[in-house]
């Protein structure tokens, strides 16, 4: 039987790393929010690989943490080892990442929900409740009916999660934890339409099982950077990560027995994600490749438990242990815990609005996993724009909606809801067409006025972060003013292969030379990490540096979204009628009117939509406009 317990301005359901965040930033917005979570002790778990960050997640965690979100400012307290990514090729890929302590992140996440009294209620909801298309409340499995204005599902593999272990099944949402089997059934009934999706995890293995010395160790950054800009001190350990790699006696044993993972015996029959590929389908679809790499990573400090990672499996327990003890160095192997591939549902997200409120009620929206999302990053990116956007239209306030230009979170969302999901979504730097602009080093300069806009930083961090972003254009200008004479670099450029110069030379000129830094210019005030915000100096001179060297690239990407911009705000109207356009195909009609794009921009990025479906729609919405207006006069 169904009782009112309390009313809160948002609910949000899921205490993973989408729910955390939504939850965080909406407190931090004012509104009254309620976290729903199965297990009090599971809030902020990270219950995959021990790190935070990486090939374009990196870029999301800053571009988080600029937008209020809480992920970095967790991670540095907890990093065991932090490395940039990609430092051998251009610099809009670099990415940081953090080896992380996963025992200090959840207490870490936990005290400081404390410290913030956020109401938590432990629970398994059941029930989303809607009058006249709007959300009404959230039922509990215990019978409370939670009344809110707004709420957020960020359920992720809990729901209805089956995990394969070679033949065995196993109910639940991860290894130990109870799957939710209520809500999918609710929102079903509601009309949301939903799918199933797969992920695994490696084992997990005793650290004094390993014979480390024949493993290549591998360190992080001499000179370690933040993820977080409210970060004031940061001295990792640099605790190593390890490489192994497998071997022909590893495939042969994996090829024998892969009859009995259920991805191939026909148990499993939904997709995983792509681009982190089982060892089943690393080994079977990469046959050529006589080995891969497992890195062997700590799961916390001193941890006697160790992730192995490029493992990630659903055989038998026995084959895995075997295969294992294959490679050089595992021969004596113990396991504490196997992989396995869990089954879960999702919700296809094509059905929200790019601020990932669903079109079916207002005020309820959906965020990470449960949207056919897979990672912390890609979850917790998730999790802020909504709790943002709940606490907005609370606040009946215009939301936030980054564009693909702006954000790798802009990116993801809109991806998300305007392409058919068939496989868990991950973020790469490939998924960008603007990643030049979309650097980890400039999230603050992209993203800074929609925290001062929505009041999504302290204002101690807005004013230092605004004085960053304007000394450094302050620099840039410098620079590009700033003349340098034969005597003072021509040495530095013959030392590192540059041709020198006969006559005074604008030094951004010279800084676009592919061998030419800031380090070898003649000192001089305005060169000088002492002359800007010392937290900051060093980024500062970095994002100049950048700014000047790709200039050109970047120029002609600012000239490529502004001939686009015209499509990016061209709104379509929410009661415009797709079934009218008779001269498009019948699959153009079907798929504009599953997804309803909500501009001409998102209608050209939908799969299968031809330029020529766009001139006709154009044509459409002007005869649709002209027609409207007349009926007004």
Same mark, same amino acid.
Request: aromatic share 8%; charged share 30%; net charge positive.
């Given at each position: 039987?169904?009782h009112?317990?309390k009313?809160?301005d948002?609910v949000v ?11 965080l ?6 509104v009254s929010v309620?976290?729903v979570?199965?297990?009090?002790k ?5 219950s995959c690989?021990?790190?935070?960050g ?6 999301m965690?800053?571009?988080l943490d600029v ?9 540095d ?17 670099w990415?940081p ?8 992140y959840?207490?870490t ?17 059941i029930v989303v @409740?809607?009058k006249n298309?709007k ?6 499995a215990?019978g409370?009916e939670?009344? $809110? ?9 809990f ?7 070679? +033949? ?6 991860r290894?130990?934890e109870?799957s939710s089997?209520g809500?999918?059934e609710s ?12 992920t695994g ?5 005793k650290?004094?099982?390993?014979? =480390?010395?024949v493993g290549?160790?591998?360190?992080g ?6 993820l977080?800009y409210?970060?004031?001190?940061f001295?990792?350990k640099?605790?190593? $990560?390890f490489?192994?790699?497998t071997?022909?006696k590893t ?5 024998k027995?892969?009859s009995r993972s ?5 148990d499993?029959?939904s997709?995983?994600p ?5 060892i089943e ?6 046959s ?9 990573e700590p799961?916390w400090?001193?941890s006697?438990?160790?992730y192995?990672n490029?493992f990630?499996? @659903?055989l038998?327990?026995d084959?895995?242990?075997? $295969?294992?003890?294959?490679?050089k160095g595992?021969?004596?192997?113990e396991?504490?815990?196997p992989?396995y591939?869990?089954e %879960?549902?999702?919700?296809?997200? @094509?059905q929200?609005k790019?601020?990932l409120?669903?079109k079916?009620?207002?005020?309820l929206?959906f ?5 056919g999302?897979s990672?912390? +990053? ?7 724009i909504?709790g943002?956007?709940a606490?907005?239209k609370i ?6 909606q980054?564009?693909?230009? !702006?954000?790798?979170i802009?990116v993801l ?10 496989e868990? %979504? ?6 960008a067409e603007?990643?030049?602009?979309l ?12 925290s001062?806009?929505?009041?999504l930083?302290d ?6 972060l ?6 450094? +254009?302050?620099l ?5 003013k ?6 003072e ?5 013959r030392s590192v292969?540059?041709?020198?110069i006969k006559?005074p030379?604008?030094?951004?000129s010279l800084?676009k030379?592919p ?17 800007y915000e010392?937290?900051?100096?060093? !980024? ?6 950048? +700014?000047?060297?790709?200039s050109g690239?970047?120029?002609r ?15 379509i109207?929410?009661?415009?009628d797709?079934?009218e356009?008779?001269?498009i195909?019948?699959?153009s009609r ?8 909500e501009?001409i ?8 939509i031809?330029?020529?479906?766009i @001139?006709?729609?154009?044509?459409y919405?002007?005869? =649709? ?5 007349n009926?007004?006069l």
């Amino acid at each position: 039987m169904k009782h009112i317990t309390k009313k809160y301005d948002l609910v949000v359901v899921g205490g993973g790393h989408a729910g955390l965040e939504a939850a965080l930033i909406s407190q931090k917005m004012g509104v009254s929010v309620l976290l729903v979570s199965m297990d009090k002790k599971s809030i902020g778990r990270m219950s995959c690989n021990p790190a935070i960050g990486g090939l374009a997640k990196g870029q999301m965690v800053k571009e988080l943490d600029v937008l209020g979100g809480s992920m970095g400012v967790f991670a540095d307290r907890c990093t065991l080892q932090s490395k940039t990514l990609n430092l051998s090729k251009g610099r809009s890929v670099w990415s940081p990442r953090s080896q992380i302590d996963k025992i200090k992140y959840e207490r870490t996440v936990q005290k400081h929900l404390q410290r913030t009294k956020l109401p938590v209620v432990e629970g398994e909801a059941i029930v989303v @409740s809607e009058k006249n298309g709007k959300i009404e409340s959230v039922v509990l499995a215990s019978g409370d009916e939670i009344l $809110c204005e707004a709420a957020i599902l960020t359920c992720g593999t809990f729901l209805n999660g089956l995990i394969h272990v070679g +033949e065995k099944k196993i109910k639940a949402g991860r290894m130990g934890e109870e799957s939710s089997v209520g809500i999918t059934e609710s929102l079903k009934g509601l009309g949301f339409l939903s799918g199933r999706l797969k992920t695994g995890t490696p084992p997990r293995i005793k650290r004094d099982s390993v014979e =480390w010395g024949v493993g290549l160790p591998g360190f992080g950054d001499k000179n370690p950077k933040p993820l977080s800009y409210r970060t004031k001190k940061f001295n990792p350990k640099d605790e190593p $990560c390890f490489a192994f790699r497998t071997n022909e006696k590893t495939h042969d044993l994996i090829l024998k027995n892969i009859s009995r993972s259920p991805m191939y015996s026909g148990d499993i029959d939904s997709s995983g994600p792509r681009y982190c590929p089982s060892i089943e389908d690393k080994v079977y679809k990469f046959s050529h490749n006589p080995s891969h790499v497992l890195q062997l990573e700590p799961e916390w400090s001193n941890s006697k438990q160790i992730y192995v990672n490029g493992f990630s499996t @659903s055989l038998p327990e026995d084959v895995q242990l075997k $295969c294992l003890k294959t490679v050089k160095g595992l021969n004596n192997v113990e396991f504490l815990r196997p992989g396995y591939a869990i089954e %879960y549902d999702f919700f296809f997200p @094509s059905q929200l609005k790019s601020t990932l409120e669903t079109k079916k009620i207002g005020g309820l929206f959906f965020a990470g996993q449960i949207n056919g999302t897979s990672g912390y +990053e890609e979850a917790s990116s998730q999790g802020l724009i909504a709790g943002i956007n709940a606490s907005l239209k609370i606040k009946k306030k215009k939301p936030l909606q980054l564009k693909r230009n !702006e954000a790798y979170i802009g990116v993801l969302v809109d991806d998300l809801v305007i392409k058919d999901t068939k496989e868990p %979504y991950r973020m790469f730097t490939s998924r960008a067409e603007y990643r030049l602009q979309l650097r980890a080093s400039n999230a603050d300069q992209r993203l800074l006025k929609y925290s001062k806009k929505f009041g999504l930083l302290d204002d101690k961090i807005l004013k230092k972060l605004d004085k960053k972003t304007k000394e450094t +254009e302050k620099l840039v200008n410098y620079l590009g003013k700033k003349s340098i004479k034969p005597e003072e670099i021509n040495d530095s450029l013959r030392s590192v292969g540059e041709k020198p110069i006969k006559e005074p030379t604008k030094a951004a000129s010279l800084l676009k030379r592919p061998r030419v830094f800031l380090k070898d210019f003649p000192k001089n005030k305005k060169i000088n990490k002492k002359e800007y915000e010392k937290e900051y100096a060093e !980024e500062i001179l970095f994002e100049a540096e950048t +700014e000047i060297k790709y200039s050109g690239y970047i120029n002609r990407q600012k000239a490529e979204i502004e001939k686009t911009k015209i499509y990016e705000d061209m709104t379509i109207p929410k009661d415009f009628d797709y079934g009218e356009i008779k001269s498009i195909s019948n699959e153009s009609r079907e798929k504009l009117l599953s997804i309803l794009p909500e501009t001409i921009g998102q209608a050209q990025r939908i799969n299968g939509i031809r330029p020529t479906d766009i @001139s006709i729609l154009l044509v459409y919405l002007k005869r =649709w406009f002209h027609v409207k207006r007349n009926r007004v006069l």
